[in-house]
């Protein structure tokens, strides 16, 4: 086989394996605006806690950050559920530049007060498998993106089970749907808010434990998948969760690929460029509905 072929094949994957994982950081956001309408600008701080808690776990215990990721999700889900309590429900019923300047500050709140509890240095995990890779016939499968591509999945099909087959998925669809309707159904609206925010940030903070071990925790850590977070749910369709996925698998290849025929410097701008270009053409993303 060509080694040219071999390289856009290598790629390919590579860039699979990492936009599953982006697609499960940014599906807790889309369900918060899905069911919220809320845009929560702090939710990779989320992710940033979420490895915190797998690299505290892993210090402290031995445990392994992809087991750890489960506590993360409940740690994520207890602060996002006292968040959207306390924070979030006041502001429901104000305008959009509210909730921005809430969620915004809340984003630097958590990042700086986890500088003063933690200092800004960068802390990673050492795991049996670290550096190990399986071949896949000529490719090569690295087996920390590979787990945390498994996981990813696995924590996606729990949440799409949970959403489409629990009292507690139906009621969150049906508060999306039509507020007024599910609470003259019976619904609790506010705890339906509040668990879908929690489940929201839960999942952020779940990708968040499962990338650990390729990647290194700082208090700054959520900044470098903000943007690509907030780009990921656009692109699949805001409030979408299968676009979600969608949008991280096009994501991560689009910014392998970059990688592979353009300088470094050049990844994120073609992977925008290419954004761009699709919304010109699909303005509600890939899976995107048409709205009026």
């Known amino acids: 086989m060509l080694p040219e072929l071999l390289q856009f094949l290598q790629a390919v994957l590579d860039g699979l394996l990492l936009g599953g994982v982006y697609g499960v950081i940014a599906i807790g956001l889309t369900l918060i605006f899905g069911t919220l309408n809320v845009v929560n600008f702090a939710q990779a701080e989320f992710t940033m806690i979420g490895m915190y808690v797998a690299w505290f776990l892993w210090h402290a215990l031995g445990i392994d950050p992809l087991l750890g990721a489960v506590i993360s999700f409940a740690a994520g889900f207890a602060l996002g559920a006292a968040v959207e309590a306390s924070l979030i429900r006041p502001v429901m019923k104000s305008t959009g530049a509210a909730q921005i300047f809430l969620t915004v500050g809340l984003m630097m709140v958590l990042?700086?007060?986890?500088?003063?509890?933690f200092g800004s240095d960068y802390r990673s995990v050492l795991t049996p498998y670290q550096t190990t890779a399986y071949r896949l016939g000529p490719l090569f499968v690295s087996a920390p993106y590979l787990y945390a591509f498994v996981a990813a999945l696995l924590g996606a099909g729990l949440m799409w089970l949970v959403m489409m087959r629990s009292w507690l998925g139906r009621a969150i669809r049906a508060t999306a749907q039509d507020r007024m309707a599910a609470e003259l159904s019976g619904i609790n609206t506010r705890l339906v808010h509040m668990?879908?925010?929690?489940?929201?940030?839960?999942?952020?903070?779940?990708?968040?434990?499962?990338?650990?071990?390729?990647?290194?925790?700082?208090?700054?850590?959520?900044?470098?998948?903000?943007?690509?977070?907030?780009?990921?749910?656009?692109?699949?369709?805001?409030g979408n969760a299968a676009g979600a996925l969608a949008g991280g698998l096009a994501a991560g290849v689009i910014q392998s690929l970059s990688g592979l025929y353009a300088p470094i410097q050049m990844q994120n701008l073609t992977l925008f460029v290419l954004f761009l270009a699709l919304l010109y053409f699909r303005p509600n993303g890939l899976l995107g509905g048409k709205r009026a």
């Open 111 to 117: 990042e700086n007060g986890a500088l003063l509890l």
């Open 195 to 238: 668990a879908a925010f929690g489940i929201g940030t839960g999942m952020s903070a779940f990708g968040g434990g499962v990338i650990l071990p390729y990647s290194s925790v700082s208090p700054t850590a959520g900044a470098q998948y903000v943007v690509i977070m907030f780009l990921v749910v656009v692109l699949g369709g805001l």
